[in-house]
C-alpha cells in the first residue's frame, strides 16, 4: 500500500499497532490502521435428478475450464443471496437452495469458500458473461481432469459419495499450499 485510502497520504508504513498481534498497514498522517481481510466466495452446486450443473469459464483465472458457479460476495448481501446471485450471473440458473453444503478456508490467497447444494427449478439456463458454456453432468460425463478449482473438485467428490450414502453433510476443510 503507497497511500491511505483515507487521507490520500503516502506516509504508510507496515508494522504492528499498539496492543495488535500482527503487521498492518498505518498511515502516519490520519491515524488508519488498514485491516485487510480475507475474501468470501460463495457458490452453489446446482442439481437435477442425478445431475450437476457445470460452467465452462470465459474469465481467467482458468479459462476453459469447468467450475460450478460461485464468486466474491457482495457487500449488502447474505451468503446464500450471493450464492444464487452468482447462479444467476454465470448460469442464468433458477435454484432452490437446500443447505449449506461445504466450507473451505484457502489460506494461503486469503479465501473463504462456502458452497450451497441447491435444486435447479427448471431447465431454462445457459451461459452469462463470465461462461462459455453451461452444462448438465452425471457423475461418469464429468471432465474431471478439466475442473478448474480444487475447491470445486472437492465439493464434487463429496456430493457423489453422499448422494451414494443418501445423505448430505456439512463439509469442511483447508486446502494448502502445494509445494
Not at 452446486?45 to 450437476?52: A, G, K, N, S, T
Not at 450471473?89 to 449449506?100: Q, W
Not at 475447491?151 to 453433510?169: A, R, V
Request: glycine share 8%; proline share 6%; charged share 25%.
Amino acid at each position: 500500500m503507497k497511500f491511505c485510502s483515507q487521507c490520500g497520504s503516502n506516509a504508510v508504513t507496515f508494522s504492528i499497532p499498539q496492543g495488535d498481534d500482527r503487521p498492518r498497514h498505518l498511515c502516519g498522517n490520519c491515524g488508519t490502521i488498514h485491516y485487510i481481510n480475507p475474501r468470501v466466495i460463495v457458490g452453489v452446486l446446482p442439481y437435477l435428478e442425478d445431475r450437476v450443473l457445470l460452467c465452462k469459464r470465459a474469465i481467467e483465472p482458468r479459462l476453459g475450464l469447468w467450475t460450478l458457479p460461485a464468486g466474491f460476495m457482495e457487500n449488502g448481501e447474505t451468503s446464500e443471496e450471493g450464492a444464487l446471485r452468482e447462479s444467476w450471473e454465470e448460469a442464468r440458473a433458477s435454484i432452490r437452495v437446500d443447505e449449506l453444503y461445504s466450507i473451505y478456508d484457502i489460506p494461503h490467497i486469503n479465501q473463504v469458500y462456502l458452497m450451497y447444494r441447491g435444486e435447479l427449478t427448471d431447465t431454462n439456463f445457459g451461459p452469462g458473461p463470465e461462461s462459455l458454456e453451461v452444462s448438465l453432468f452425471r457423475q461418469e460425463e464429468i471432465p474431471w481432469a478439466e475442473i478448474a478449482f480444487p475447491i470445486m473438485h472437492k465439493t464434487l467428490k463429496h456430493y457423489f459419495n453422499d448422494t451414494e450414502q443418501g445423505q448430505y453433510q456439512l463439509h469442511r476443510g483447508v486446502i494448502s499450499r502445494k509445494l
